[in-house]
């Protein structure tokens, strides 16, 4: 039955498409028929311009009918008609309400009232717009949304609820069935319906605030606020903040607080459990639950059980408990407020629902134990637990005065120079005060390992923005030692810190490093967090960044897909990281010589940088520099001249002018240079970025390989091969020596181009028969490379191109 003392026809089943009909697995106490009351008329085929199609449901307040409105307009409505005999006063003024109740909302979560009236016989009855949804618990369920998704749907539930209680309207049994889901443009929209127990909060006069009678509960038990199962009728707006606590509960965990209530039981003894037994928290309900129905609840949320209970366990923990407090004053006070603490969450911002406090704990223990607790002896013991709890609370508050002195003071000593001589006046930078917090963090926090550990971790993050990968990486290992040893190796903040080390790794060329690490982290986040959550994604992406590197442009590919289209859906367009996504599954594109959707897609995540953070950002500077490669690569060297200068100007200016990335576009701009025919230009570039190179990130380096590539290039086609050579060579013994293959097959790749501009075609078709034979170049697009167009009309490079194309066919079947 539903809150209207409705059951589902032999008609309709258990159909829940409808509005103010719906089966439900909870009881509802509502007014039971009267006596030798009877069925709507056989004969009553229509009211007015409304034609009756087929009865939905039906119970002790009346019927609700599936009818075809004829005129003015012609639509299907759901027409709500007071059973015959039963609508006495009493009766007829509840309904009365739920009439001017809803037509006084004007909401999209609320169904709208059309027209009211009466039959001919004086029956009253109501038309409202059918909503063809199904319940929320169902809809999320059927779609197996996640539980960041589920959030998103439950706040605009409570947008709704707010809007009728700003009207002065409580629902008072709000459920599932009562809150149906209809998708509309393909987006799923709650629909609140069957306020048939609402009550006004301001009524006009004192007769209206008495539509609930001492005696006649009405609501269902199993999302019933425990005000509502007193013997009082003092309920107000906070009884549907509760309800809606319930309904959070049944869509994080599958479960009801108190599970289904067993109705053969007398109905005081249901309501005194309402009133009295505290629900389990939703983490601790999932984790309890049978394992075979939690890891069924657990796949109708997209994940594992495991990974369910993670998320559940602490803040959601916490909003939800908070959401169906049985003292209504601890209680969020309005659907507004449960839904600000949602968002505050799901921003990953700190929420207001706190555990509650040792006092409070007290009063509900004094409360359930009334005659216990008047002995003597157990109040002396009760004491001395408050006692112990006390002082237990007091530990903690002092350990957390002393980690916040101890940042304190370890902040304060990273902006104090002792000696002015140091100071070269007024000026310190922000570099020579993280260089001098780096050496007395092991003096400074030696006695917290833990904070020691993060402060680490956040300094090697900032080195590696700075591009000073080495001592990066030092900090980082060492903040990962600690944390393996005092979270456990599968801790968030470990794993955490674990990832930030794949991208220095990265970031210093060190690819089969990174990508071992990284897929370590990822595996380990998939199992503890779930392929949705944050971290994870960071991972996923960092992970495409490294086989971007590595050549492997096709795994890279299916990896970024999986992690843009989760990203866009969990985190939204607009997030860091689901740009960041894109960047990357475009640079795959690039590398797959996809050039116009890699073009496409780095335009699109370039805008939304520029939106989200700024056209100076970095992060904006990075995207626009791929871009400019990608306009290299379609022959638009003028339009890639023009993003590079201007990248290339911001990078100075922002990162400084020795920054990796700087010097990134600088060989990017030398190598458009090249292409234009304006060789020594370009060979002049690239001359001053290696000497920067060599300096900052090391001889061995991969950027550093690159340019000794760009520079024989250019030297090549200057008529200078002897000094190509020599650039070529080096490239290719830096490149030997721990790097990864790609770096050694693109050494090789150039060396041959080199070859081939200088005229040295038998030289260049020898290197590229060493590469072919020694599996380093496994590329058959060598055909379009303009660099060996004196190749072409070569017997022998035609055969390097067929074994090319077979070897080629050959690992796609595998």
Known sequence: ??????????????????????????????????????????KLRSIGPYRMVRLLGEGGMGQVWLAEQTAPVRRMVALKLIRVGVYDAGMLRRFESERQSLAMMEHPTIAKVFDAGATPDGQPYFVMEHVAGVPITQYCDERRLGIRERLTLFMQVCEGVQHA???????????????????????????????????????????????????????????????????????DT??????????????LTGSLPLGVPDYRRPIDEIFRELREVDPP??????????????????????????????????????????????????RYATPHELADDIQRYLRNEPIVARPASTAYRVRKYVRRHRIGVSVAALGALLL??????????????????????????????????????????????????????????????????????????????????????????????????????????????TLKSASTLGVVLYNQGLYDKAEKLQREVLDAQRRTLGSSHRDTLVSMRGLVGTLNQKGRFTEAEKIG???????????????????????????????????????????????????????????TLVILSNLSWTLQQENRLAEAAVVQRQALDIEARVLGPEHPNTLRSKNLLGRTLRHEGRYSEAEEQHRAVLVVQRRVLSPGHPDTTWTLELLGLAQSEEGKYAEAQKAFQEAIQAAGKGQSSNVLNNAWYNFACGAAIAGRRDEAIQILRQSVDKAWLRNESIAE?????????????????SELGHRTASDGKQ
Request: overall charge negative; some cysteine; proline content about 5%.
């Open 561 to 619: 897909r999986e992690c843009l289209t989760t990203s866009r859906r969990v985190l939204g367009p607009d997030d860091k990281e689901t740009i960041g996504a894109m960047n990357n599954l475009a640079f795959a594109l690039h590398g797959e010589r996809r050039y116009g959707d890699a073009e496409n897609l780095f335009r699109e995540a370039l805008e939304g940088e520029r939106r989200v953070k700024g056209p100076d950002h970095p992060d």
């Open 785 to 801: 490379d303009d660099d060996l167009k004196s190749l072409r009309g070569d017997p022998r490079f035609q055969q390097l191109i």
């Open 165 to 235: 209680h700003q009207k002065a309207i409580m629902h008072r049994d709000l459920k599932p069935a009562n809150i149906l889901v209809a998708e509309v443009d393909g987006k799923p929209v709650p629909r609140i319906i069957d306020f048939g127990l609402a009550k006004a909060t301001a009524a006009a006069d004192a007769a209206d605030t008495m539509l609930t009678r001492a005696g006649a509960f009405m609501g269902t038990p199993a999302y019933m606020s425990p005000e509502q199962a007193s013997d009082t009728a003092d309920v």
């Open 384 to 493: 001395v637990g408050v006692g112990v709890m006390q002082a237990a609370q007091l530990r903690r508050t002092t350990r957390e005065r002393d980690r916040a002195d101890r940042i304190t003071q370890f902040m304060t000593g990273m902006f104090k120079v002792s000696d002015p001589s140091e100071t070269r006046g007024n000026t310190v930078t922000a570099r020579e005060i993280l260089d001098q917090a780096s050496l007395d963090i092991d003096r400074g926090l030696a006695s917290d390992p833990e904070l020691q550990a993060q402060m680490m971790g956040t300094m090697g993050t900032v080195y590696n923005g700075l591009g000073l990968y080495p001592r990066a990486q030092s900090l980082l290992e060492r903040a990962l030692m600690i944390q393996r040893l005092r979270l456990g190796p599968e801790h968030q903040e």
């Open 281 to 330: 928290r939703p983490s601790t309900k999932v984790r309890t639950t049978e394992k075979e129905l939690s890891g069924e609840q657990a796949q109708l949320r997209g994940t594992e059980v495991r990974q369910l209970e993670a998320q559940l366990t602490g803040d959601l923990d916490w909003i939800t408990l908070k959401a169906i407090e049985k003292d209504r004053e601890r």
């Open 238 to 251: 906070r009884t549907d903040v509760y309800s809606l606590g319930v309904v959070l509960y049944e869509l």
């Open 1 to 42: 039955m539903d809150g209207n003392g409705l059951k589902p026809t032999p008609e309709t089943g258990n159909s829940q498409n409808i509005v103010c009909a719906g089966s439900d697995r909870d009881a509802t106490m509502g007014v039971a028929p009267a006596a030798g009351s009877s069925e709507a008329s056989p």
